[in-house]
């Protein structure tokens, strides 16, 4: 029968195995870190395209009177609440 000191044992042993750099294949990790390396510049991308975006949407935001830069700001609340699954409602 385990006991909950055992199970802490297990828990510490499987942590080392994973996170513990003497344990670390530097082959492996190594192969990995391209591909780390890609998904990291595949996701900066990603911010800058949004940062363009919310760039042109401010520019849009900037052409319209006061009323209509308001009735603006809440739809765009609306979509970013609904793409996001904020509110399953809207």
């Known amino acids: 029968m385990e006991t909950k000191g055992d199970s802490f044992m297990n828990n ?30 595949d996701q900066n991308n990603e911010v800058a395209k949004v940062v363009k975006a919310v760039h042109d949407l401010c520019e849009a935001y900037n052409k319209l009177d006061p ?14 609440a609904r793409e996001s699954g904020w509110n ?3």
């Open 12 to 41: 510490n042993y499987f942590y080392d195995q994973f996170f513990n750099p003497q344990y670390v294949n530097p082959l492996y990790y190594q192969q990995n870190q391209a591909e780390i390396i890609r998904y990291q510049q």
């Open 67 to 80: 009323q209509h830069q308001q009735q603006a700001f809440f739809l765009a609340l609306a979509e970013m």
């Open 88 to 90: 399953n409602t809207i």
